[in-house]
């Protein structure tokens, strides 16, 4: 039932792979997932801040600043983080990517008409 | 031409663009059925998500219920849009990188084991059963309500035309006929809200609007304005919150991971060609529903100022032309308590029951007699939240296009939302039941004619639904999300970082927040709905909060099963090392 399809194996297995494809190095896949942790976790943090943090856990402390007409935690809870989570998804896309390319893993070759 | 008259020709019209669509893109194989092929552009899939997503609820209620509730609304704002984050960072490039056509696909080979894919196959019908009955009962209301048919009725034109681009195009054809509903939805619920802005505050655009001035010499801020008015009418105040912080907290949590838990939502990942379209896919979803998630709020304090100021104190003969409309539909009712012929509008339910039972007589003002027996509050008036989007184009004296364009978009947000869940419930049923556990011999054929048969018999039973609500599906959408939350969400986070989960960890985990959302729910909703008051809640956490605990819950026994248990094979290993790396995406589902 399982038949992993691209060469990353864990570490007592030859690497290989049955497509032409660019063999990944075990190197590349550790320094790539570590990135990403730490850019998650980076992107989550804000995550948490503006919605839990600031639209319910601080809404009333922050409503003593004015924003743009709104009270700052009413504005947050009902607008703000929602701007900051479709940017949030943006800047994961980008940044993700830009590290990929870096590493060599990303995949700009493949077009859906490899697949079939 | 009529209003009525023109509802008919932009509805009808829409129809004929859906199957249109749909006839044009049929499915030719179980690949273009589950996964649209797997080729779609992530800008298109985006807004194909964001219609699937926003409901006859988003669109309708969603504003209503807001500005009834004010600031405890943004648990819906935030939770059902924070959900997105989650799944475009920790979900969807995964799932997509997997590459199989379904999510217990995914749960079944991470965790080696038909039994894991069977447990997920159940959550997920239960998750998707519990939101479709109430989507086919919205199709129904909708219909009724624009189209002037029975309920009943509604429900039947709705079946048929869901019918007939879910089980000819499958995927294929419900993406892009979802491309087309968006547009007709979010056009209709912008149109009204940018004039009703403009009429407030002179701002055109509503986000902006409903921080700026009313345009009444007062130098309030719309927000001001409303808290003052309020507060003076006994209500509390607009932007301030009722629930408990906790409640909140795990209210929006639960509705945030459900999200991101939901199979209809995180199937549309499987429809792009790669890894980074998954990602940015999610983004653009995001981008177009937070186009009408931003906008909501705005709607919801506009119309409810605006309702404050039309009928507070104001004499029955006097009132707009759309109050005796909605009247005569059922959606208000004013009961004049103390004989005064002026409409007092103020905190309370107004009568007993709460929703209004209609005489046959009309009163010396003109009204509609109620039978209902009056309460003690000096509210007199009885108003649907439905009201606040449904009468915003007559609230701002729009022409009758711009109410027929509202009806189009609500019938486009109640249909694009149930195709998308029975495509979910039938591919689970085909590919999940039949080929990869009880038929696996069939070809793709095959597969294919009992997917359509799947799809075919989902229409039926959630027809059935439709027109027999069980008493209980109304109250119980919501906790689709506490139960997707619970069951799914972790299940599949698990799978993809940590290597260390097993198959006994995962079914487990997954039993056990299923087993104790649902009873918690079914104990204060159903058994002993008298109890259902905080001092009773566990930590002070409403059923509507409780997915939250269930998926905490389901997260920590995976970890102790897990430990004590032998760990997941080599090959299943290798497996979670695969799909943490984007490159060789197209090329996965090849392989199954």
């Known amino acids: 039932m399982i038949e992993p399809s691209s060469p990353i194996r864990s570490e007592n297995q030859p690497q290989q792979s049955h497509h032409d494809q660019e063999i990944v190095s075990l190197e590349s896949a550790k320094t790539y997932w570590r990135a990403n942790l730490y850019l998650l976790a980076k992107l989550l943090f804000v995550w948490f801040v503006v919605s839990f943090g600031f639209g319910i856990l601080f809404v009333d402390w922050l409503d003593q600043y004015s924003f743009f007409g709104f009270k700052l935690g009413f504005w947050f809870a009902q607008q703000g983080a929602i701007y900051v989570f479709v940017a949030l998804i943006f800047i994961y896309a980008w940044r993700i990517h830009t590290i990929e390319r870096e590493l060599g893993i990303d995949d700009d070759s493949i077009r859906p008409s490899e697949e079939a | ?592």
């Open chain 2, 1 to 592: 031409m009529t209003t009525q008259m023109l509802t008919y020709l932009f509805v009808g019209l829409s129809f004929v663009l859906y199957i249109g669509i749909a006839i044009r893109s049929r499915a030719g194989s179980t690949k273009d059925f589950y996964v649209a092929g797997g080729g779609v552009h992530p800008v298109v899939n985006g807004m194909a998500t964001a219609a699937d997503w926003m409901s006859a609820a988003s669109f309708i209620s969603m504003a209503g219920i807001i500005s009834f509730v004010g600031r405890d609304g943004s648990v819906y704002l935030l939770g059902w849009t924070g959900g997105y984050v989650l799944l475009a960072l920790l979900l969807a490039p995964y799932l997509r990188k997997f590459g199989r056509f379904t999510v217990p696909d995914f749960i079944g080979e991470r965790y080696y084991s038909k039994t894991a894919r069977i447990v997920a196959v159940v959550c997920l019908i239960f998750v998707s059963f519990t939101y479709v009955a109430g989507q086919m009962r919205g199709v129904g209301i909708v219909f009724s309500r624009f189209l002037e048919v029975d309920v009943n009725t509604g429900v039947i034109i709705g079946m048929a035309i869901v019918f007939m681009y879910a089980v000819l195009g499958g995927m294929k054809g419900i993406t892009y006929t979802q491309v087309a509903q968006y547009c007709v939805l979010i056009f209709a619920y912008m149109v009204p809200a940018v004039f009703i802005s403009i009429m407030i505050t002179g701002n055109p655009i509503p986000q902006l609007g409903f921080g700026s001035e009313v345009i009444d010499g007062s130098g309030l801020s719309v927000l001001e304005k409303l808290d003052g008015v309020l507060m003076d009418m006994g209500f509390s105040a607009y932007t301030e919150g009722s629930k408990s912080t906790i409640d909140v907290f795990a209210i929006t949590a639960a509705l945030m991971f459900g999200t991101a838990g939901l199979p209809h939502v995180l199937v549309r990942f499987f429809t792009v060609p790669k890894v980074s379209d998954a990602r940015i896919s999610a983004g653009y979803a995001l981008a177009f529903i937070a186009i009408l998630y931003t906008t909501a709020p705005a709607v919801a304090s506009f119309a409810r100022l605006n309702l404050v100021d039309t009928v507070h104190n104001t004499t029955y003969e006097d009132a707009p032309e759309w109050f005796g409309h909605w009247e005569s539909t059922g959606l208000i009712a004013w009961q004049d308590k103390n004989a005064d012929g002026i409409m007092q509008y103020g905190a309370g339910a107004a009568m007993s029951p709460t929703k209004p039972i209609f005489s046959d007589q009309i009163g010396s003002h003109g009204q509609r007699i109620l039978e209902n027996a009056p309460t003690d509050s000096v509210n007199e008036v009885y108003i649907d939240r439905d009201i606040m989007v449904l009468a915003n184009p007559e609230i701002a004296n729009l022409p009758g296009w711009v109410i027929a364009l509202v009806a189009a978009g609500g019938v486009a947000a109640a249909l694009s939302t149930a195709a998308g869940l029975l495509l979910v419930i039938s591919s689970s049923i085909s590919h999940d039941l039949l080929k990869q556990t009880l038929m696996p011999n069939i070809s793709d054929k095959q597969e294919l004619l009992y997917a359509r048969l799947a799809a075919a018999v989902a229409v039926c039973v959630a027809g059935l639904f439709g027109i027999y609500p069980p008493a209980f599906v109304a109250q119980v959408v919501a906790f689709a999300f506490g139960l997707a939350a619970a069951s799914l969400f972790p299940a599949i986070l698990l799978g993809i970082f940590t290597k260390r989960v097993n198959k006994e960890g995962a079914i487990i985990g997954m039993l056990i927040g299923l087993i104790f959302t649902f009873s918690y729910i079914v104990f204060f909703k159903f058994y002993a709905p008298e109890l259902n008051s905080a001092e009773h809640w566990l930590l002070g956490i409403s059923p509507e909060g409780i997915g939250f605990i269930g998926m905490l819950l389901n997260i920590a026994a995976a970890f102790i099963v897990s430990k004590v248990t032998a760990a997941p094979p080599i090959e299943v290993q290798a497996l979670v090392d695969d799909i943490r790396i984007p490159s060789g995406a197209g090329i996965a589902q090849d392989h199954g």
